[in-house]
C-alpha cells in the first residue's frame, strides 16, 4: 500500500468551495419553500433502470440495496405531504472509476408538486444559474439535436440509417452490436448521442436537452412520441436527469416487467418489480416534476477541475 495515499486528492481550498457551493444550493431551496428530507440510503426497494446496477447485501436473510437514487422514498414522502422537498446525499451505482465517474457519489434531487415539464426545466435552469453564473440554458428537444448534428430524425430513423450515419462518421462500434433491422434503436440512439450529440451540448452555453423517445422514458411521463424527459449539459457532461413524473401505479408496474425484459436480455438481473412506491402511488401522487443533480460533476465545472478527484475527498480508489 502506498503509505502517502491517505491523503484527500481535493486540495482545502475546493474543498472550501464545495461547501460553498452546498451552502448556495440549500439556499436556493429554502428560499422557494422547500424541505431539505432525508432517507434511507439502504432499502428493500430500488429503481428498475435497464442500466443502472445497483449494489446490495443481505441481512437477516433479506437482500437490501444501496440507493441508485432517492427517487423511491422522497416519492413516498411526497405522496404523504404533497410538498415541495430535496434531498443532498449519497448513492452508489456499479460503474468504472474515471475523471466523472465514482461508483459512490453525491446526488442532489427534488421534487416540487405542480410543475409540468416546463416548469421543471425553469427550476433546473434557475438552480444552474445560481450555482454556475453562465446564463439561461438553451432548450433544444431531442429530435432537434440529432436533426442539427446528425441529419437524421431520432423518432423515425431505424438501424440500418443509424449504421450508415456510423459508417460515415467512421465510428467504431462497440463489439458485438448490432446492425441488423432487429437490433434495439434505443441502444444505437444512446451511442450516436454519447459519441457525436453529447460534447457539442452546453460548451456555448448551458443546454437543456429535453423531449426524449418515448422507449427512453423511464419514470417520465409520455406524450405521443415523446417522453417529458430532460437533462442538462454544461462542456458536453451530463450533470442532470429531470423528468415530469409518472403518476399511473399500472404503467410503472408495466415499465418495471418491461425493463426486467431487457435487463435479462442484457445478461443482467432482474430487479425487484414490486415497490412501497407502488404503494404510495396507488395512495396518490400528486403531478409534479423532480430532477436529479450530479453534486460532483456540478461542482467539477463550478471550479473549472478536470476530474472528480479534484473536488472529492477521497475517490474510490482511496476509500
Not at 448534428?149 to 440500418?160: E, Q, R
Not at 422507449?215 to 417529458?228: F, M, Y
Not at 418491461?258 to 415497490?275: C, F, I, M, W, Y
Request: hydrophobic residues 40%.
Amino acid at each position: 500500500m502506498d503509505k502517502s495515499d491517505f491523503r484527500p486528492s481535493a486540495t482545502l481550498e475546493n474543498m472550501r468551495r464545495r461547501a460553498e457551493i452546498l451552502r448556495k444550493i440549500r439556499a436556493f431551496f429554502d428560499s422557494l419553500g422547500f424541505l431539505e428530507v432525508d432517507t434511507p440510503i439502504l432499502s428493500a426497494d430500488t429503481v428498475v433502470d435497464r442500466y443502472l446496477d445497483p449494489m446490495s447485501l443481505v441481512e437477516g436473510g433479506k437482500r437490501y440495496f444501496l440507493q441508485t437514487s432517492p427517487e423511491f422514498a422522497l416519492k413516498r414522502l411526497l405522496a404523504t405531504w404533497n410538498m415541495p422537498i430535496f434531498q443532498i446525499g449519497k448513492v452508489f451505482r456499479q460503474d468504472e472509476c474515471g475523471q466523472i465517474h465514482n461508483p459512490e457519489f453525491t446526488m442532489l434531487e427534488f421534487y416540487r408538486p405542480g410543475d409540468d415539464l416546463i416548469a421543471g426545466m425553469q427550476l433546473l435552469d434557475d438552480l444552474q444559474e445560481t450555482v454556475l453564473h453562465r446564463g439561461s440554458a438553451r432548450r433544444v428537444t431531442y429530435q432537434e439535436a440529432f436533426r442539427e448534428i446528425l441529419g437524421i430524425d431520432p423518432l423515425t430513423v431505424t438501424v440500418p440509417e443509424m449504421a450508415r450515419v456510423a459508417e460515415r462518421e467512421k465510428m467504431i462500434l462497440p463489439e458485438g452490436f448490432d446492425t441488423s433491422e432487429s437490433a434495439n434503436r434505443d441502444d444505437w440512439l444512446d451511442f450516436l448521442l454519447g459519441e457525436r450529440i453529447q460534447p457539442h451540448l452546453g460548451v456555448e452555453a448551458p443546454t437543456i436537452l429535453y423531449d426524449y423517445p418515448a422507449s427512453q422514458a423511464a419514470l417520465a411521463v409520455v406524450r405521443g412520441e415523446v417522453a417529458e424527459r430532460f437533462e442538462l449539459y454544461v462542456d458536453g457532461i451530463e450533470l442532470a436527469n429531470g423528468y415530469h413524473e409518472l403518476c399511473n401505479p399500472a404503467e410503472l408496474r408495466q415499465r418495471n416487467h418491461d425493463t426486467n425484459r431487457l435487463r435479462v436480455a442484457d445478461g443482467k438481473e432482474a430487479l425487484p418489480a414490486e415497490s412501497r412506491l407502488l404503494a404510495a402511488m396507488e395512495h396518490g401522487l400528486p403531478n409534479c416534476a423532480g430532477t436529479a443533480v450530479g453534486i460532483d460533476r456540478l461542482v467539477m465545472i463550478a471550479l473549472n477541475a478536470r476530474s472528480l478527484e479534484e473536488v472529492i475527498a477521497f475517490p474510490f480508489k482511496r476509500a
